[in-house]
């Protein structure tokens, strides 16, 4: 999708020469933010294959609180009043999630009764009037105000250097190991592929845009989107609650069998989905300085789907990522920037962001149709060499037994379902004679413990399981409770093994 984006800036520009200016551009990302905030949201949602209808009028509702507690009657203070909002829509994630997961109502039912019912708290709240004013300038700085140029740079230039550090060393930590990564010269591409887009937009940034006073400078709301998608790519990718939703997304009752507790994961999923949304809610009020009826719910509501998925989420879960909402989410706005400069009508705007949804999820059906993805129970009978734990979850299995799967590796089940018991069983002695061979030192200190890795030292249980997420299967023995990853394992969880 990042080749769409260029191919519609390309085409834009080459119709109209102001669409790659600097004062364009940096308003196309302002436009783009409270899309990309919703798309984000959604993306939790689309992940477990379910979807969140009432996320436009969440962020609304969310608006509402953040206003109605800054006015100079109520007296709140700014953070506060975000963190009072950002709570209440953390609070109508989670019942809507439990209605979704307890009661096992449609989230489609669900959602679209919770668009209906909080727009109706909304009017109320609004009231006659109509709209509220924020007169807080803090508040109105998030979606308006901007950094200084040379404070643009130090925080490019600090994040971008956290993110080169962090590579480097994992790339490092892999070769030290012995397992397989990028070769130093490819670590330092992509760390320069991170510097240069960094560096493209503070010089954006900084160019004077401004058309009777100065404006310069990098706009907080743009900080505030890297944010969030920087914690929610974490989340995601190196939490155990984001490779569960991954796991619970690309297969519900492998996930079920392996002892996650779909209930909770779910729910949680749609109180992040509501919470960002609230977070959307606070940029949208700061961009307008109020909040009153006029606000576009349907817009609010359509258009982070269509982002989400435009930017590569699929719609029947299980691949995703937060950065696909912002991708979507610039889509978007280019489209509905470019087509104004042109002098499209909203008509044509419609049409156009319409057509550009249905090739995007017409592609991502194709390749799932494409995809061979295995049933639960063909999963689950799986070679017996390889543990009573893998035959009953496949991928699933790996997500609770090493919490160290990834997102992309959902899929690796199907591969290995195919491989026969004697191939599987190859393939496991091979891996763990790398892993002795490369540690000989550490595993004669340990000789005692070093027939498996479920009874390696504690020190090696990380590489074990970046090998097991790899496609390793080991036999686990279920009589040593009492080393290694015995003692890694939760008490929650043991009762499954048995």
């Known amino acids: ?143 308006s105000g901007t950094l200084t140029k040379i404070g643009g740079w130090v925080v490019v230039l600090a994040v971008v250097g956290v993110f080169a550090l962090q590579t480097w060393r994992r790339d490092a930590r892999r070769r030290d190991a012995g397992l397989m990564a990028p070769p130093q010269s490819l670590t330092v591409a992509k760390i320069l592929a991170a510097l240069a887009p960094g560096v493209l937009l503070v010089l954006q940034c900084n160019a004077d845009r401004g058309v009777l006073v100065p404006v310069y400078g990098m706009p907080w709301v743009i900080l505030l989107v890297f944010a969030v998608v920087a914690v929610w790519t974490f989340v995601l990718g190196r939490l155990k609650f984001g490779r569960y939703v991954y796991a619970i997304g690309g297969n519900a009752e492998a996930a079920r069998r392996a002892g996650i507790n779909l209930r909770v994961i779910r729910t949680t999923a749609f109180m992040l989905c509501s919470f960002t949304a609230g977070i959307a809610g606070v940029v949208y009020a700061s961009r307008l300085r109020s909040i009153s009826t006029a606000l576009d719910g349907g817009t609010l509501v359509l258009y982070p789907v ?66 061979p993805t295995p049933s639960p129970d063909a999963v689950a009978q799986r070679a017996p060499s390889q543990g009573r734990a893998t035959r009953r979850c496949g991928a699933a299995a790996r997500v609770v037994r090493t919490g160290s799967a ?39 200190a340990h000789s005692s413990q070093a027939a498996s890795p479920r009874s390696c030292p ?12 790899s496609g390793l299967h080991v ?24």
């Open 1 to 143: 999708m990042v080749a769409g984006l260029l191919l519609v800036s390309i085409l834009f520009q080459s119709l109209n020469s102001h669409f790659l200016t600097a004062g364009n551009l940096v308003n196309l990302l302002v436009q783009a933010a409270v899309f990309s905030l919703l798309a984000m949201g959604e993306v939790f949602a689309l992940l477990l294959g379910e979807i969140d209808l009432s996320i436009g009028f969440v962020a609304g509702l969310s608006a509402v609180v953040m206003a109605e507690l800054v006015q100079p009657t109520v007296g709140w203070p700014w953070w506060a009043a975000i963190v009072a909002a950002l709570a209440a829509c953390a609070v109508i994630g989670i019942l809507q999630g439990s209605l979704i997961t307890r009661i096992g109502l449609p989230s489609f039912v669900v959602t679209l009764a919770g668009l209906l019912f909080w727009e109706g708290v909304m009017l109320y709240v609004l009231g006659d009037g109509g709209s509220i004013l924020i007169q807080d300038n803090i508040i109105n700085d998030i979606g």
């Open 306 to 371: 269509a982002a989400a998925v435009i930017g590569g989420t699929s719609l029947f879960g299980g691949r995703g990522k937060a950065m696909h909402g912002v991708i979507g989410g610039v889509v978007i706005a280019a489209i509905d920037n470019g087509m104004g400069l042109l002098g499209f009508s909203a008509a044509a705007k419609y049409i156009v962001t319409a057509l550009v949804l249905l090739i995007a999820v017409t592609i991502d059906a194709v390749a799932r149709r494409r995809r």
């Open 406 to 444: 990834f997102p992309g590796q959902r899929h690796r089940c199907d591969e290995d379902a195919e491989l026969s018991a004697t191939t599987a069983t190859e393939r496991h002695q091979t891996l763990w004679d790398r892993v002795r061979s490369a540690h000989s030192s550490q595993l004669t």
């Open 458 to 469: 504690r020190h090696l249980c990380t590489l074990a399981a970046d090998l097991l997420v």
């Open 475 to 498: 036999p686990w023995p279920t009589d040593q409770e009492s080393t290694g990853w015995g003692r890694v394992r939760s008490s929650s969880s043991s009762s499954m093994w048995r």
